[in-house]
Every structure is written in structure tokens, then in C-alpha cells.
């Protein structure tokens, strides 16, 4: 379902940065924007899944009985 989704996308925003960090070790020229970008779109993904996951986890628990 969507947290599969969600799981995935997640973790994209994780290689998309690993690739970037690529790029700085193999000494290409990366703008400090795209090395932000990624780090906080990583960062900032995972903030967002998690408290999706937990709000949801608790309007189910605390509506479920």
C-alpha cells in the first residue's frame, strides 16, 4: 500500500544523496544547493514518514477501540 510506497521513496531521497556524496569524493564540481538539496530532502523525507507513520499509528490505536 502507500507506506510501501512511501518506504520506497524514502529511501530514494538516501541514494540520491549517497550519489552526490559520490560526486564530491570523486572531485566532480557540485554547487553547495545540490549538496543541501539532498541532504535535507533526506532528512526531511524521513521526519515526514516517521510522523506520518506515528500519527496514523495512534488515530488507529486510539480509534480502534
Known amino acids: ?7 520506497y521513496f ?4 538516501y541514494a540520491e544523496f ?3 556524496v559520490f560526486l ?4 566532480k564540481d557540485v554547487i553547495n544547493l545540490h549538496y543541501f538539496h ?3 530532502a533526506a532528512f526531511g523525507m524521513s521526519f ?4 506520518f507513520l ?8 486510539r480509534y480502534s477501540t
Open 24 to 27: 564530491i569524493v570523486t572531485n
Open 54 to 61: 506515528m500519527t496514523r499509528h495512534v488515530a488507529l490505536a
Open 38 to 40: 539532498h541532504l535535507f
Open 10 to 13: 524514502y529511501l530514494s531521497k
Open 18 to 20: 549517497a550519489d552526490t
Open 48 to 51: 515526514t514518514l516517521h510522523s
Open 1 to 7: 500500500g502507500f507506506d510501501r510506497i512511501a518506504y
